[in-house]
């Protein structure tokens, strides 16, 4: 299996623009999470899928911030418009559901806004 | 109060040295505890679960105590390639995970 595969690497845009950042889960998983990490406040949990229905969206910050799954192998999170302040680095994680199950990474999105 | 705590380091010790870390969490209700490690610029990754008995994997020891809830990891006889940073990992009732901001470690020669 190719692992959670995320897109693009790297994005730098600037304020005000659209983003929108690319997620396909392994196959088989059906939990899927997407996080963002800063050197201020660590890994903090967006929003979190289950059979591809968001069950908390708690952690986006503002309606700046929206994430679909329409289906089992893709999500996307998408900015708009986007600040200076959104600039981090975006994981997606993907797992199948339970207790002791291992939360597996994409190597993240970049972000930088300008 | 944070969901999940540890001191950020960091712990900078000699080669072959024994290091510890510990972890506290909030949530009494949590089910399940991890200690993943995180690569400069890369993604976190899984390194042991935490079982309640305690568990080890080579230099690695794993401790949970539920009374106390904290969580701590044991590295022996350290090594270069060790140097990262070790986040703490705990899963609530609805399974999600919940990371700690992560302590850093650094082995020199």
């Known amino acids: 299996d190719a692992g959670v595969i995320q897109s693009p690497r790297h994005e730098v845009t600037e304020m005000g623009q659209e983003v929108t950042l690319r997620c396909k889960p392994i196959?088989?998983?059906?939990?899927l999470f997407w996080y963002r990490q800063t050197m201020m406040r660590g890994l903090e949990l967006l929003i979190y899928f289950n059979n591809n229905v968001p069950i908390d969206d708690s952690g986006m910050p503002e309606d700046r911030f929206s994430a679909k799954m329409p289906n089992a192998s893709f999500s996307t999170l998408k900015i708009q418009p986007s600040e200076p302040r959104d600039s981090a680095v975006y994981f997606c994680?993907?797992?199948?559901?339970?207790?002791?199950?291992?939360?597996?990474f994409g190597q993240g999105t970049r972000l930088t806004v300008v | 109060r944070k969901e999940v705590e540890q001191d950020p380091g960091p712990f900078n010790v000699p080669e072959g040295a024994t290091v510890a870390f510990n972890c506290t969490y909030s949530?009494?209700?949590?089910?399940?505890f991890f200690w993943y490690r995180q690569d400069c610029r890369k993604e976190p990754k899984l390194l042991m679960s935490?079982?309640?008995s305690g568990n080890e994997d080579g230099r690695f020891t794993a401790q949970l105590n539920r009374a106390s809830q904290y969580i701590s990891l044991l590295i022996r006889d350290s090594k270069l390639s060790d140097s990262a940073t070790y986040l703490c990992v705990v899963l609530g009732g609805s399974y999600i995970p919940t990371f700690g901001r992560g302590t850093s470690l650094i082995v020199h020669p």
């Open positions: 994680a993907s797992s199948t559901s339970g207790a002791n199950t291992e939360a597996f």
């Open positions: 949530n009494s209700a949590s089910q399940s």
């Open positions: 935490v079982y309640s």
């Open positions: 196959s088989g998983h059906n939990s």
